[in-house]
Each structure stands twice: as C-alpha cells, then as structure tokens.
T-cell receptor
Framework: DAKTTQPPSMDCAEGRAANLPCNHS???????VYWYRQIHSQGPQYIIH???NNETNEMASLIITEDRKSSTLILPHATLRDTAVYYC??????????????FGRGTQLTVWP | SAVISQKPSRDICQRGTSLTIQCQVD?????MFWYRQQPGQSLTLIAT?????????ESGFVIDKFPISRPNLTFSTLTVSNMSPEDSSIYLC??????????FGPGTRLTVL
C-alpha cells in the first residue's frame, strides 16, 4: 500500500522551477524515498532517490527533511516535456522482494508555455 | 539503465480468451515484477516473478488468473486468463538490475471486448 501523500495536481511555467512536495510520515529507518514520473502512455521513468541526505542528478534535486517525514522534488528549469504524473514512493533499496514499489496516485504536473 | 521490451505492445481480445505478455531484458536482472494500470488509475503491483520458482502474488491477485513464468534471468511472461472487460488495462513489467533502481518496460495496452 502507498505510504505517501501528494497533491493531485500542480502547474508550473516553462523555465521556472517546479517543486513537488510529498509527505511520508510513516517512513521507516531503512526505507528510501524514490521519485518516478510517467509521461502519458509510457512506462514510469526513474528520476532520483535518497535516504536522508539531499540528492541531485542531471534530472532533478531531492530535498528530504531532517525528520524524513516529507520531501520535495525540484525540477530546476521545467520544460513542456516535463508534463507528467510524478510519483513519490517509499521502499527498501535492495534488489529483492523488499524492493517492491507501491504507487499512490501521484501529482499531475502541467508545464505551460 | 536496462533496456526492456514487451510484446505485444497492444491487443484487443474477446472475453473468455487468454493473452500472454512477454517481457525481455537486455541483461540479467535480479528481480522482475508485473504491474497493472487500469484506465485513469495508478500502477498496482500484481506479482514478483521469481526465477526458477512460483511467482509471489500481491493481495487480490491469484495464480489461476495471472499465471507467470520466469524461465531465466532475462525473460518473463504474464498470462491474463479468462479475460473480461474489467481486465482492460496497461500491463507493465519492471526489473531491478542494480541494488536500488527499478526500470519499467513500455507496457502492453490490453482492451477486452
């Protein structure tokens, strides 16, 4: 079962930063925060994940609060191609059955020109 | 990242029939999973495909309805049996190759008439 809460929709102007929040107040000490996105009619795409430290890659930044009960995905310069449903998921990091992902409803991000 | 292909990409089937969906990965992976995404909904995990043993099903899914095979470390099949219109969904496989990243296939869009 999904253990996260996200706003159902958000808008962002092209070229601006998109900040997508996620609440995961029941996260356990060994669980990571993962972000995926799904562009219409495609399989979900991995974006980033983290345990407790902030993370950054070529796609996005992930900010996790000190108590780990919430996080924010930041797309620094949103483009029209970033329009998608963004899923925040908590899961273990192992390549085993512990790595199963349970998706919530996600946030529909719409980037407008 | 892993390159994942699914066959067929889409199909239209008559109720009462069965369809087998194939998932092929370009390299050996640790875990393979099958998900369902009903129209307008999020992804729901069906089962974990275990190499050399029976699949592990999530609550609400049974082997008689969704038999799964995984003969080796790069291939798995999901069969949707005795289909009804309620089985109309996108079916996706995913794989874990590294210890903490899961990649998804493009999905199979199934319509049952």
């Amino acid at each position: 079962d999904a253990k996260t809460t996200q706003p159902p929709s958000m808008d962002c102007a092209e070229g601006r930063a998109a900040n997508l929040p996620c609440n995961h107040s029941t996260i356990s000490g060994n669980e990571y925060v993962y972000w995926y996105r799904q562009i219409h009619s495609q399989g979900p795409q991995y974006i980033i994940h983290g345990l407790k430290n902030n993370e950054t890659n070529e796609m996005a930044s992930l900010i996790i609060t000190e108590d780990r009960k919430s996080s924010t995905l930041i797309l620094p310069h949103a483009t029209l191609r970033d329009t998608a449903v963004y899923y925040c998921i908590v899961a273990y990091d192992r390549g085993s059955t512990l790595g199963r992902l349970y998706f919530g409803r996600g946030t529909q991000l719409t980037v407008w020109p | 990242s892993a390159v994942i292909s699914q066959k067929p990409s889409r199909d239209i089937c008559q109720r009462g029939t069965s369809l087998t969906i194939q998932c092929q990965v370009d390299s050996q992976v640790t875990m393979m999973f099958w998900y369902r995404q009903q129209p307008g909904q999020s992804l729901t995990l069906i089962a974990t495909a275990n190499q050399g043993s029976e699949a592990t099903y999530e609550s609400g899914f049974v082997i008689d309805k969704f038999p799964i095979s995984r003969p080796n470390l790069t291939f798995s099949t999901l069969t949707v049996s005795n289909m009804s219109p309620e089985d109309s969904s996108i079916y996706l496989c995913s794989v874990t190759r590294e210890v903490d990243t899961q990649y998804f296939g493009p999905g199979t869009r199934l319509t049952v008439l």
